[in-house]
C-alpha cells in the first residue's frame, strides 16, 4: 500500500467481487479495496471449488487418474490428457505409434481452437458485447460435434492412454476436420471485422492492463499472457514434444503487453491451429493407434520426471514422483492459470474497475484450473 | 373529442398512456429479443403463442407473482419509491407526446419543455434505488448513472434548442405540422441549418446516453457491477424499472423521429396519421436494438469525455451556426 | 551453454549438489540439491540468470528412514551371513574355541543398528521448478526439512510469483516458509487445520 493510502483521512471501501459475479466466470473472488472506481489493491481469493486432485492422484493407479486430468481445465481438456500421459509415458518408457502422436495433436489443437473460441465470446461479453459469444459457440459447436463423435464425449475428454489412444477415428474424421479448418478459415475475418475492427473495442483494450515481460518471468505467467508481454516462449517450439518438431507453425508474440495483444495472440494462434491440423491430416501415417507392449499394470520405476505441454492457457506441468508402485507417490499439477492470476494483483493496481474487468478477461481463467 | 366532458377525456388519455405504456414494454421486450436472436444465428422466443409473442405477459405474470423482498439493511422508502418513481416520469412524459394530428393528451404549448423537464426526474430514480438499495455496485451504478446523465443532458439540451429556434415554438405538434412532406423534414440540410443532420445524430446519441441504452449502459454493465442500480429488485420492483427504461426508449425515439423525421406527417403527403409516427419510432428503436446487439459497452470515463470533449463543443456548433444562418437568410 | 553457466553458477553456492540430468528421460536438466538456509541464494543466482518460476511444491517422505533402516539391515544381514559362512568357513579350517565363540557378536550389532535404534527423523522435500523463456534449461532445485520442524525461507522476496505456491506447499504440507507476507490457507478453507498430502493424513 502506498502512503497516500495510509493516509486515515483517505478513504476507501472494500468491493467483493465474486464468487458470484458475471465476470469472474466461475466461483472465484476477488477482494477489491477501491477508491471510487480506481482500483487501490486486488486480492483474488481462490479454493472455491478446490477438490485436491493431487491428493487423489495419489489414492489411484496411473490410469484411473486419466478422467481427473480433463477436470482441470475443462475447456481445453485435451491438453492435460496429453500432458499427463506424456508424462507416464515418459516415466515408464512408453513409445507411442506415430499415428497416435498424429492424432493427438490434432485433437489437441482442435480442442485449443475451442478453447480460444469461448473465450473470444465471453472476453467480449466481458466488455458488453453479447453477440460474439454466440457466434463462437456456434463454431466452437462443429468441433465439439467432431471431437464428441472421436473422444465419445464433448468437454471432459478422457481418450489418450498410455502407449496411444483409446481408439482410432473413424473414416469421416479426416473430412470433418478439414471442413472445420475451411469454416474457420472462412469465418476468422468475420470475427476481426467485428471485434478487432471495432472501434470501442480497441479504446478499450489498447493500453489497458500492461503486463511487462519482466512480471511474467517474476510470476511464472506463461501461454498467451507472455506472449502477449513479447516473450516467445511456447512449450511446442521450445521444448518440442510429440510430434511438434515436425510441423511447420509460427508462435505470434506481440510487445505491447496490454488487452489487445493478449487477445490478438489467441485470434493468431487459432490460424496457427488451424495450419498444424492441416499439415497434421497430411502427414498423418497409417498404423496402430496403441503401442503393442504396454504393460497392463503401469509400474514406472522409482524416481521423478517432470513433463510440461502447452495447454491453451500456459504451460501445463506435471511432476511426477513414482516409487514403483502402481500408484504414483507424489503427483503435482503445475496449472498455468494459477501462475497466470498470481500477477492480477499487482498489475490491477490504480487500474478502473472497467478496466480491471477487461484485464481479468484477457488472462483467460479457467476457475477448476486454478483451484485443481 | 372537444364534446366531451373534460373529466372522460382525462380518463381515456390516462387509461390509453397507462396500457400504451405497458403494452409498449411488453412488445419492445419482445421485440428486443427477437431481434437480438436473428442478430446472434438463432430464432429467440417461439414457444408462447405465434412467434412468441406472448411471451412477454408470460414473463409479466412471473415477475407480478414474486413476492417483494426489501433487503435487510436497504432503505425501505426510498428502496420502494425508486421505481415507481422511474415508471411515474415514464408515463408522464407520454403527456405531451402527439401520436397523430388530433391525438395527444395535453396539446400545450411548452411540451418539449416538459418532456425535459419530467424526464431528467428519471436520474433520481436511479440514484435512490442505488443509494436505497444498500448494496455497493448499486451505489457504484448510481453514481455512473448520474454524472452520464448530467453530461449528455447538456448537449442533448443544446441541439433542441437549435431546433426551437427553427421553428419557433415549443408545441410537439406545431414542429410536426411544420415538417410537411419527404423534404420538409428538419433532419436535412436545406430547412434552415446546414448542420441539422449533425444535430439529429447528437440527438440521437445522447438519447441512448440518457436511456442509459447500449453502448452506453454504464448503470447496468452486467459484467462490472452485475446488475447496476436494480440488482437488489426483484419482482414487479425490477419489472418497473422496465418498463421505465422501456417508456424512456420510446420517448426518446418519439422525439427524434417528432423533431427530425416529421412526427406522423407521411414522408409523400398521404394519410398523415398515428401509423406514421409509429413506424418511425419503433423503426429508430430498431436501430437502438441494433447498435445494442453489436456494440460492446464503452467506459465510463471515455464516455464523459465523449460528451464534454466532442458532443458539446459539436452542438454548440450547430447552435451557433444555426443562429448566424437565421439572422442572415 | 545455459545448462553450464548455471551448473557453475549454482556450484559456488557451499551446500549446492549439482547433478547433470537426462532431459528426454527425466524432464529437467539441473537436478541441484541445496540445504534449506541456502534456498534463497539459490533463487537469487537463478533470477540473475534470467530464469522464470514454475511451481514450489514438496513431497511428503515419510516412512523413508524406516524404508532406508530395513534395507541397511537386510543389507547388514545379508553381510553378516556372508561373514558367518565365512567365519564358519575359518572355524572349519582354524578350528580353535576362539573361532566358536566369534559369530553371535556380529548379529548383535546387526539388530542393534536396524531394530533397537531409532530410525532418523523422516522429512519433507520440497522442489522448486524453474525455467527460462529463451533456453531450454529446466533446473530442479531440491531441499530437505525434517517433518517436526518444516521451516525452510521464503523465496517470494526473489520471486514474488513463488508467494502463492509457497502459500499452497503451507496449505497441503504444512511446510513453514519464514519470511512470507502470509500463510494463511489459499485453497483449503480459511479454517483448515489440516495438511492433506501428508502421508499420515486421515481424512
Not at chain 1, 494459477?338 to 493496481?349: K, P
Not at chain 2, 373529466?7 to 400504451?20: D, E, L, P
Not at chain 3, 531440491?142 to 517433518?147: E, G, I, L, M
Amino acid at each position: 500500500m502506498s502512503e497516500w493510502a495510509a493516509d486515515p483521512s483517505y478513504e476507501t471501501f472494500v468491493l467483493n467481487m465474486g464468487p458470484q459475479h458475471p465476470a469472474t466466470h466461475g466461483a472465484l473472488r476477488v477482494k477489491l479495496r477501491m477508491d471510487g472506481e480506481y482500483i487501490v489493491e486486488a486480492e483474488p481469493v481462490l479454493g472455491y471449488i478446490h477438490r485436491m486432485h493431487e491428493k487423489m492422484g495419489e489414492n489411484r493407479t496411473y490410469l484411473q487418474f486419466m478422467p481427473n486430468t480433463g477436470r482441470l481445465d475443462y475447456l481445453s481438456a485435451l491438453s492435460y490428457n496429453h500432458g499427463y500421459v506424456s508424462a507416464v509415458e515418459r516415466a515408464a518408457g512408453i513409445t507411442v505409434p506415430e499415428r497416435a502422436e498424429y492424432l493427438r495433436v490434432i485433437t489437441v489443437e482442435l480442442n485449443r481452437i475451442s478453447s480460444h473460441l469461448l473465450w473470444v465470446g465471453a472476453f467480449v461479453l466481458d466488455l458488453g458485447g453479447f453477440t460474439p459469444l454466440l457466434y463462437a459457440m456456434d463454431d466452437r459447436e462443429q468441433i465439439l460435434d467432431l471431437l464428441e463423435r472421436v473422444t465419445g464425449s464433448r468437454l471432459t475428454y478422457c481418450y489418450f492412454r498410455f502407449g496411444g489412444l483409446y481408439n482410432d477415428v473413424d473414416d469421416d474424421f479426416e473430412a470433418g476436420a478439414r471442413a472445420i479448418v475451411k469454416r474457420m478459415r472462412d469465418k476468422l475475418p468475420m470475427y476481426h471485422n467485428l471485434i478487432s475492427k471495432n472501434i470501442i473495442l480497441r479504446q478499450r483494450l489498447e493500453g489497458v492492463g500492461p503486463i511487462t515481460g519482466e512480471m511474467c518471468r517474476k510470476y511464472g505467467a506463461t501461454g498467451p499472457v507472455a506472449r502477449g508481454s513479447g516473450i516467445p516462449y511456447d512449450v511446442r517450439r521450445h521444448e518440442p514434444y510429440s510430434v511438434y518438431p515436425e510441423l511447420d507453425f509460427d508462435i505470434p508474440v506481440y510487445e505491447q503487453g496490454d488487452s489487445m495483444a493478449r487477445y490478438l495472440v489467441r485470434m493468431d494462434e487459432i490460424e496457427q491451429s488451424l495450419r498444424i491440423i492441416e499439415q497434421g491430416l497430411d502427414k498423418m501415417p497409417d498404423g496402430p493407434v496403441m503401442a503393442e507392449k504396454v504393460p497392463k499394470i503401469i509400474k514406472p520405476p522409482k524416481g521423478d520426471y517432470y513433463f510440461a505441454v502447452e495447454a491453451a492457457r500456459g504451460s501445463f506441468g506435471v511432476r511426477l514422483v513414482s516409487d514403483g508402485t502402481n500408484t504414483p507417490y507424489r503427483l503435482k499439477l503445475r496449472s498455468p492459470c494459477f501462475s497466470n492470476v498470481s500477477l492480477f494483483g499487482e498489475a490491477a493496481r490504480g487500474m478502473l474497475l472497467a478496466d480491471a474487468v477487461a484485464m481479468f478477461g484477457s488472462l483467460d481463467l479457467v476457475i477448476p484450473d486454478i483451484d485443481r | 373529442m372537444a364534446e366531451l366532458p373534460e373529466i372522460f377525456r382525462v380518463m381515456a388519455y390516462v387509461g390509453g398512456i397507462m396500457a400504451f405504456v405497458g403494452l409498449n414494454a411488453a412488445f419492445l421486450v419482445w421485440m428486443e429479443r427477437k431481434v437480438a436472436g436473428h442478430i446472434q444465428r438463432r430464432i429467440g422466443p417461439k414457444e408462447v403463442g405465434p412467434f412468441g409473442i406472448l411471451q412477454s405477459l408470460a414473463d409479466g405474470i412471473k415477475l407480478m407473482s414474486k413476492q417483494l423482498v426489501v433487503p435487510a439493511k436497504a432503505d425501505p422508502i426510498l428502496y420502494r419509491v425508486a421505481p415507481a418513481l422511474t415508471m411515474i416520469t415514464a408515463v408522464m412524459v407520454f403527456v405531451v407526446i402527439p401520436f397523430g394530428p388530433a391525438l395527444v393528451a395535453r396539446d400545450i404549448n411548452i411540451g418539449l419543455l416538459l418532456i425535459f423537464a419530467i424526464a431528467s426526474v428519471n436520474v433520481l430514480a436511479l440514484l435512490i434505488g442505488g443509494w436505497g438499495s444498500n448494496n455497493k455496485y448499486s451505489v457504484i451504478s448510481a453514481t455512473r448513472a448520474v454524472s452520464q446523465n448530467v453530461a449528455y443532458e447538456v448537449p442533448m439540451l443544446i441541439t433542441v434548442v437549435t431546433m426551437v429556434m427553427i421553428v419557433g415554438s415549443m408545441n410537439l405538434n406545431e414542429i410536426v405540422g411544420q415538417q410537411g412532406n419527404l423534404l420538409q423534414w428538419y433532419i436535412f440540410p436545406w430547412n434552415g441549418s446546414i448542420l441539422l443532420p449533425v444535430a439529429f445524430v447528437i440527438f440521437f446519441i445522447c438519447s441512448l446516453a440518457e436511456t442509459n441504452r447500449a453502448p452506453f449502459d454504464l448503470g447496468e454493465a452486467e459484467s462490472e457491477l452485475v446488475a447496476g442500480f436494480h440488482t437488489e429488485y426483484g419482482g414487479m420492483g425490477f419489472g418497473l424499472f422496465f418498463l421505465g427504461e422501456y417508456g424512456h426508449v420510446f420517448v426518446g425515439c418519439a422525439l427524434a423521429s417528432i423533431l427530425f423525421l416529421g412526427g406522423w406527417q407521411c414522408p409523400f403527403g398521404w394519410m398523415p396519421g398515428v401509423h406514421w409516427m409509429m413506424i418511425k419510432t419503433y423503426l429508430l428503436i430498431f436501430v437502438v436494438m441494433w447498435i445494442r446487439w453489436t456494440y460492446p459497452r464503452t467506459t465510463l470515463y471515455g464516455l464523459l469525455n465523449l460528451s464534454w470533449k466532442v458532443m458539446v463543443p459539436f452542438s454548440l456548433a450547430v447552435l451557433l451556426v444555426t443562429a448566424a444562418m437565421l439572422k442572415v437568410f | 551453454m545455459k545448462t553450464n553457466a548455471v551448473e557453475k553458477a549454482l556450484g559456488a553456492l557451499g551446500s549446492a549438489q549439482v547433478a547433470v540430468s537426462d532431459h528426454a528421460t527425466r524432464g529437467f536438466h539441473l537436478n541441484v540439491t541445496v540445504n534449506p538456509e541456502e534456498v534463497v541464494r539459490a533463487a537469487e543466482v537463478l533470477d540473475a540468470e534470467g530464469f522464470f518460476i514454475e511451481a514450489v511444491t514438496g513431497v511428503d517422505w515419510l516412512g523413508e528412514q524406516e524404508a532406508l533402516a530395513k534395507e541397511a539391515a537386510k543389507k547388514a544381514a545379508a553381510a553378516q551371513k556372508a561373514a558367518e559362512a565365512a567365519a564358519a568357513e575359518t572355524a572349519e579350517q582354524g578350528g580353535g574355541e576362539e573361532g566358536a565363540a566369534s559369530p553371535p557378536e556380529p548379529a548383535d550389532e546387526a539388530e542393534a543398528a536396524g531394530q533397537g535404534q531409532e530410525p532418523a527423523e523422516d522429512s519433507f522435500e520440497v522442489v522448486y521448478d524453474f525455467n527460462h523463456f529463451q533456453q531450454l534449461c529446466r533446473v530442479t532445485v531440491r531441499t530437505r526439512v525434517p517433518r517436526s520442524n518444516p521451516e525452510l525461507p521464503t523465496i517470494s522476496t526473489v520471486y514474488p510469483g513463488a508467494d502463492w505456491h509457497e502459500r499452497e506447499a503451507h496449505d497441503f504440507f504444512g511446510l513453514i516458509f519464514t519470511g512470507h507476507p502470509d500463510l494463511s490457507p489459499l485453497l483449503l478453507p480459511e479454517d483448515a487445520d489440516f495438511h492433506p498430502l501428508r502421508k499420515d493424513y486421515k481424512p
